[in-house]
């Protein structure tokens, strides 16, 4: 039998534990596909008295990375420590001593990227994090290396199954915003503190790190425009479903003349188009190169077992070395980086305003949006609720510019016959 490859796991929470459970029950299998055993040499965990799902021999535990950074034996890192700081000194502690490193947090390429990319191309390692966009898809791999060939034109999807778990349940069910995410947290889908999940932070960490991979360009997250749950209520819901549509948060970004058009937030999608029948806390990914066209992923987006999955198949890559070859690339960034972003391509929108109820108003409205060039495809006006002096009212306009309907809005809401801040929502009919 060959020599086993010796691992160490940095982090044993809900991914950590995941991990070990699959390389101890598929071990057989994934001996095969390394082509030799692979074994947790060393785990460093914060509490070592914690209970914890999968049992690692005392021996093997630790609370310090050094055990792992400094354990010639060890040549695999699995990094599964979330933030930034202490995960951001570790990485780089893990790389210059030798250790390619597997990741699953996010947020650190997002904000470090470059910085380790480079320590790793320094020191002759890789890193690999299939795992820290959409959990158990493939998609890092998929655009890396199955589609190099191609040049990306598009990515579009949704990236947060907790921000689609609520949407989902809001749908189906009529209950607000509030009682959907007290279940969500109940239920294992969202944090104690969903903050990032829920205002676009999470979903626009991943959108970067898709767009360097598709692009070549390293687009700091910050400055991706992003719109979170808040603006979503059942009204909001009911005139979508009137128009044929469904409310979804979706990361898109796609290539503009000289810049990239870059946005996440809820969107109105078609229903019957993949990403509306995209449900619960799946995730999805449409992807269009120039070569092969539209290709649509699908798969559960977060869990313990789907994102362990992802970080197993990134060590085998790593023991096997094609981690190595495609990371060659993958840290290079293209001749004309940075390119500027924009908030997003042209597109149809829905504005949902809130209106004084007298004559003339409609008339007023349309003059503002016609002022920028927008034109209208489709008013929704019902009768005000129990003799309300203000009565909602919805526009969809025919396809403009980012640019042309922020000004528009910011127009609008100027107007004295508006009472609330207006609600616009790009909208997907493909």
């Known amino acids: ?5 010796r691992i160490g796991v940095v982090g044993m929470g809900t991914v950590g534990s995941g991990v070990v459970r699959v390389l101890e029950q598929s071990a057989s299998h994934i001996e095969r596909q390394a082509g030799r055993p692979i074994v947790v040499e060393h785990a460093v965990v914060r509490d070592l008295g914690k209970s914890r799902s999968v049992a690692v021999a005392p021996e093997r535990l630790g609370t310090d990375v050094v055990a792992v950074s400094d354990n010639p034996a060890i040549s695999v890192a699995a990094m599964l420590v979330g933030g930034l700081e202490p995960a951001r000194t570790m990485t780089i502690d893990l790389l210059r001593k030798g250790k390619d ?12 990227g470059p910085e380790l990319f480079e320590v790793a191309r320094e020191a002759g390692r890789s890193i690999a994090f299939e795992a820290a966009v959409a959990g ?3 998609i890092v791999a998929a655009i890396a290396e199955c589609l190099a060939a191609n040049r990306i034109e598009s990515i579009r999807g949704i990236l947060n199954g907790t921000s689609n778990f609520i949407l989902t349940r809001m749908e189906e069910d009529g209950s607000n915003y509030a009682d959907v ?7 294992g889908y969202a944090e104690a503190d969903p903050t990032m999940d829920v ?3 999470d979903a626009t960490q991943k959108l ?3 767009a360097h991979l598709a692009f070549g360009v390293w687009v700091p997250w910050k400055q991706i425009p992003r719109v979170g749950l808040e603006t979503i209520d059942q009204e909001l819901l009911k005139f979508a479903d009137e ?17 990239l058009a870059m946005r996440v937030g809820p969107t109105l999608v078609r229903k019957g188009t993949p990403l509306a029948e995209t449900r619960g806390a799946f995730n999805a990914v449409s992807v269009v190169g120039d070569a092969v066209g539209p290709m649509f992923f699908h798969g559960l987006g977060a869990g313990e077992m789907p994102t362990a999955s992802a970080v197993v198949a990134d060590i085998i890559d790593t023991v096997v070395g094609r981690a190595a070859i495609t990371f060659r690339t993958t840290g290079v960034l293209a001749a004309e980086n940075p390119a500027p972003v924009s908030g997003g391509g042209s597109s149809p929108y829905l504005l949902r305003l809130q209106v004084t109820d007298q004559p003339g108003v409609l008339a007023e409205l349309t003059g503002v949006l016609g002022r920028e060039g927008i034109s209208i495809a489709s008013v929704i006006q019902h009768q005000p609720a129990g003799g309300s002096a203000t009565v909602p009212l919805v526009i969809m306009t025919h396809s403009c510019g980012a640019a042309a309907i922020e000004r528009a809005v910011t127009a609008v809401d100027r107007q ?6 207006t609600t616009c929502l790009p909208v997907l009919d493909d």
Request: net charge negative; proline share 4%.
């Open 199 to 201: 205002d676009g932070t």
């Open 208 to 210: 970067a790190l898709l």
């Open 101 to 112: 490193v597997v990741t699953a947090n996010k947020a650190l390429l997002a904000e470090h």
């Open 416 to 421: 004295a016959s508006v009472q609330a801040t």
């Open 1 to 5: 039998m060959a020599e086993p490859i």
């Open 243 to 259: 128009l044929g549509y469904r409310v979804r948060v979706v990361a898109d970004a796609s290539r503009a003349d000289v810049t």
């Open 136 to 138: 158990g898809i493939p």
């Open 181 to 187: 995410l007290a279940i969500a947290q109940a239920e």
